[in-house]
């Protein structure tokens, strides 16, 4: 039975899955209301520094840059629609790999050309998170995001940190204005 979250907790993967060196980041959502325009929900995880920032803009893992620069982290590929039964995306993370100068992955999802279709997070229901054991396909944390995110394009959903020598996740749910670009901007990425 997987640990579900609130807002806001967090739990050591190091205690709950020990010797865990990969893992599936999987996210899903369903659309709820639309005008007719498609909707396209992007996942896509930022490698964090001591101060919380990209160390590289190459540290940005999205559609256009599928893996990191050591192979730690890998994006699965866009899915366009939403549609069907369980991950729409996943991010998968080998513990093993990520340089030591990574503190922190932040994981967002975004609507593509939100603005321009007049489309936010709260026209999306059942979004969730989920981290599984990659070895043995055991979800070892859940958080499903039930507020109401109707004024934000871009939410970061969660963060798997590294803290005394262990691995955490924490839920965050933190709503987010402007979509991809001003969101990747606040974490140290030059967009041009």
């Given amino acids: 039975m997987p640990i579900s979250l609130q807002k806001g ?6 205690k709950e899955a020990p010797g865990l060196t990969q893992a599936i980041i999987g996210l899903g959502w369903d659309v709820n209301s639309s005008d007719g325009a498609a909707f396209d929900l992007d996942a896509s995880c930022f490698l964090l520094g001591d101060n919380g920032k990209v160390i590289k803009d190459i540290d940005f ?15 699965s590929g866009d899915n366009r629609t939403g549609t069907g039964e369980g991950d729409d995306e996943q991010i998968t993370v080998d513990f093993t790999k990520v340089s030591p100068a990574i503190k922190k992955i932040a994981v967002v999802v975004t609507i593509h050309e939100a ?3 007049g489309q936010n ?35 970061t959903v969660c963060e798997v940190y590294r803290r005394d020598n262990e691995w955490k996740f924490r839920a965050l749910g933190n709503g987010f204005q402007g979509g991809l670009k001003p969101l990747a901007e606040s974490y140290g990425v030059a967009i041009g």
Avoid: H
């Avoid at 893992?61 to 994006?75: A, L, M």
């Fill in 9 to 14: 907790g967090n739990v050591s993967l190091s």
């Fill in 61 to 75: 893992i999205f559609y256009n840059n599928p893996k990191s620069e050591d192979g730690s982290v890998i994006y």
């Fill in 115 to 117: 603005q321009e279709r």
């Fill in 121 to 155: 997070f709260g026209q999306v229901n059942n979004a969730y998170v989920r981290l599984v054991n990659k070895s043995n396909n055991t979800e070892i944390v859940r958080y499903d995001l039930t507020e109401n995110y109707s004024l934000f394009t871009a939410i």
